[in-house]
């Protein structure tokens, strides 16, 4: 079958948790995603809610006790009725998953992001950080023009 979590196919070893799909039956994880999984604690396998922030290290690399929390939407390959393909991930939106993990990777410098991503990484960060800038100055200036209506600040 796929692991649980991410939905890929193959795994060089297979990690049975106490997971089960819908119908039931046992739902094993890959090592990655069984490794992260027993690192945060060992949530209720039978309790989808209370794995997200290990799901979301799983998708990321991001380790949960730096603070990452899941996104809304997010789902263990075994919540959801699609059959994925056994790519990891494929489960979830493309655009939204990349969106989330760039965010991730960004938020901590690269550090955690796969080497051939992290100089691109760093660089969506601070192009994040300089947009977020940008709209907070305009938000000033309209803010003092529209406080000035006398045209004080015009001279």
Known sequence: GCCAWCGIAESMGWADRGHRWPDGSPAPLCAACGRVYDATSSPDPLYWPGQRAGIAEAATGVPIGLGQ???EGLRAFAEVECDGGGEPWSHLPTEALSAFRWAAWGRWGGRYAPKQHRAEA?????????????????????ERARLDTY?????
């Open 69 to 71: 929390t899941a996104p």
């Open 122 to 142: 760093v660089a969506r960060a601070r192009a994040a950080d300089a947009a977020k800038a940008e709209r907070a100055a305009a938000k000033v200036a309209e």
């Open 151 to 155: 045209g004080f600040g015009a001279a």
